[in-house]
């Protein structure tokens, strides 16, 4: 391949990859990152310590 060809090509790959990462940059910029994973991960624990503790203690077989 002419060297000169190459060089095109690789200077155009490489413009492209920086525009697919500012675009990505600024996307994950804009977005709340987890913050309705978060609530809903505290809200399942929240039901879980619910389900796992009773409000009252079994009686003690003698």
Do not use: N
């Not at 490489?14 to 675009?23: E, G, P, Q, T, Y």
């Not at 399942?44 to 003698?62: C, D, H, M, N, Y």
């Amino acid at each position: 391949m002419d060297p000169e060809t190459h060089l095109a090509l690789h200077r155009v790959r490489a413009a492209d990859l920086r525009a697919r990462a500012d675009a990505h940059r600024l996307a994950a910029e804009t977005r709340r990152p987890g913050e309705l994973r978060t609530r809903l991960g505290w809200t399942l624990v929240e039901i879980g310590l619910r389900l796992a503790t009773t409000a009252k203690p079994s009686p003690a077989v003698a």
